[in-house]
C-alpha cells in the first residue's frame, strides 16, 4: 500500500525558508524508475508543479522557481525534502507531494497536502 | 512557456454525458492524464496515457486526445462525479504541466 504524507510548517513569515518534508511508504526511492514530485496549489487555483527527484538523484525544477527550490531524498528514512527560499503571500498554497510510477509521466499516488500561509 | 487551457466549467444533468477539453500546441504529440479533485481532497488519478482508466476509475470516465485537444468524457454523469478536472501533459521541454482547471456541476 502505497502511502505519501506531507510536514513543515502552516505558517512561514515573508522572506523566510520553507522546508517540507514528505515521509512515503509502499515503495522505494531507490528502486530504478520511481519518481517523487511536489506540487502545489494555492487556494482556490490550478496545480502548478514544481520539482522531481529521480530514484538515481537526477532533480528538475520548475523553469519559473528554479532559483528558489531544493529537493532532496533521504533513501533510508523514505523521505524527500522540498525547500524554497524567500517565501512570498503569493506562495500561500497547499503543497503536495506524489509518486511518479515507473516509465510513467503521471502522479499516480498523493500525498494529504500541506497548507502553507505566507503572512507577516 | 506552455500551456494547458480548460472551460472554467461545465454543468451536465444527471445520466447525461459531460465532455471537458484541454486545448494546448501539439497537444496530440504528448501523453495527458486527467484528475479528479473533489473540495478539500488530493487529485486521484482517473485517465492516464491519454484513454486509460488505473484500476477502480469506472468505466464511465473515458479519454481521448488528437491534434490540439484532449477531452475527457464522463458518460452517465452522477452525482459523486460533482469535482474539478485538471488535465495534465508532460514532455522532455516543457516537464510536467497542468491545465487550468474544469468545475463539473452535477445539475
Known amino acids: 500500500q502505497v502511502t505519501l504524507k506531507e510536514s513543515g510548517p502552516a505558517l512561514v513569515k515573508p522572506t523566510q525558508t520553507l522546508t517540507l518534508t514528505c515521509t512515503f511508504s509502499g515503495f522505494s526511492l531507490s528502486s530504478t524508475g520511481v519518481r517523487v514530485s511536489w506540487i502545489r496549489q494555492p487556494p482556490g487555483k490550478a496545480l502548478e508543479w514544481l520539482a522531481r527527484i529521480d530514484w538515481d538523484d537526477d532533480k528538475f525544477y520548475s523553469t519559473s522557481l528554479k532559483t528558489r527550490l531544493t529537493i532532496s531524498k533521504d533513501t533510508s528514512k523514505n523521505q524527500v525534502v522540498l525547500t524554497m527560499t524567500n517565501m512570498d503571500p503569493v506562495d500561500t498554497a497547499t503543497y503536495y507531494c506524489?509518486?511518479?510510477?515507473?516509465?510513467?509521466?503521471?502522479?499516480?499516488?498523493w500525498g494529504q497536502g500541506t497548507l502553507v500561509t505566507v503572512s507577516s | 512557456s506552455y500551456e494547458l487551457t480548460q472551460p472554467p466549467s461545465v454543468s451536465v444533468s444527471p445520466g447525461q454525458t459531460a465532455s471537458i477539453t484541454c486545448s494546448g500546441d501539439k497537444l496530440g504529440d504528448k501523453f495527458v492524464c486527467w484528475y479528479q479533485q473533489k473540495p478539500g481532497q488530493s487529485p486521484v488519478l482517473v485517465i492516464y496515457q491519454d484513454n486509460r482508466r488505473p484500476s477502480g476509475i469506472p468505466e464511465r470516465f473515458s479519454g481521448s486526445n488528437s491534434a490540439n485537444t484532449a477531452t475527457l468524457t464522463i458518460s452517465g454523469t452522477q452525482a459523486m462525479d460533482e469535482a474539478d478536472y485538471y488535465c495534465?501533459?508532460?514532455?522532455?521541454?516543457?516537464?510536467?504541466?497542468f491545465g487550468s482547471g474544469t468545475r463539473v456541476t452535477v445539475l
Open positions: 506524489a509518486r511518479i510510477g515507473r516509465s510513467t509521466s503521471w502522479f499516480d499516488y
Open positions: 495534465q501533459a508532460w514532455d522532455i521541454s516543457i516537464n510536467y504541466v
